[in-house]
């Protein structure tokens, strides 16, 4: 069975930065796409990031093109997320979730989603 376990959320101020973490545990995760999506109060769960099960590829939302960076290490089973030049409208709790397809991964259409990790920017 999978798990996720994501971590390295916290407070900073506007402009500062944050890495984030996610450890998937219950089998093997070379094969399959990583990604991150996060859900801000009152509002729906929506895409972020991805990287393909090599981490040659990768996709982002428009939001945070340029200043988030997704990557992985496949020997532990971990998806990461730099999150540089942090915005208020980051505010969110972030997850991840993983996929053998990276388009169906984008979709992030998943009954189980981890405990996420809380990222709130002060203005």
């Known amino acids: 069975q999978v798990q996720l376990v994501e971590s390295g959320g916290g407070l900073v101020q506007t402009g500062g930065s944050l890495r984030l973490s996610c450890a998937a545990s219950?089998?093997?995760?070379?094969?399959?796409?990583m990604g991150w999506f996060r859900q801000a109060p009152g509002k729906e769960r929506e895409f972020v990031a991805a990287?393909?099960?090599?981490?040659?590829?990768?996709w982002y939302a428009d939001f945070v093109k340029g200043r988030f960076t997704i990557s992985r290490d496949n020997a532990k089973n971990t998806v990461y997320l730099q999150m540089n030049n942090l915005k208020p409208e980051d505010t969110a709790v972030y997850y991840c979730?993983?996929?053998?397809?990276?388009?169906?991964?984008?979709?992030?259409?998943?009954?189980?989603w981890g405990q996420g990790t809380q990222v709130t920017v002060s203005s």
């Open positions: 219950g089998r093997t995760f070379s094969s399959y796409a």
């Open positions: 979730n993983v996929d053998r397809s990276s388009l169906r991964l984008r979709f992030g259409k998943y009954d189980y």
């Open positions: 990287i393909s099960s090599s981490g040659g590829s990768t």
